[in-house]
């Protein structure tokens, strides 16, 4: 978790605008080991958003966008401002591939 909390340290240094809605959650994978986990509390809408490796030991990240039980109405205004937020979550996700390519020595793209 050390690993991870770093990393959204240096995230938020390179200037984007995460603050404290991202936090890295602990999640048990095989044998105790922690997958890692990334949870990112939109402030343009209610779902629950999360990233993590595809499977467990994989370099790739995917973003989870966590299903609503009603519908979600926004104004163009309020469109316009999620899809800056999952803009950035986009980037999250990318940088933390890099870094978890970095991190085991895989540069593969």
Known sequence: MATLESW??????IGYPIGDTAK???????????????AVKLTNSSRVTYMQP???????????????DEPEVLSSADVHRLATELSMVSALCVFLETKSRAFVGDDRR
Do not use: S
């Open 8 to 13: 959204l340290d240096e995230f938020r240094r």
């Open 24 to 38: 890295v959650i602990q999640q048990d994978g095989d044998e105790g080991a922690d997958t890692g986990l990334v």
């Open 54 to 68: 595809q499977r467990p030991g994989a370099m790739e990240w995917v973003v989870t966008l966590e299903p609503h």
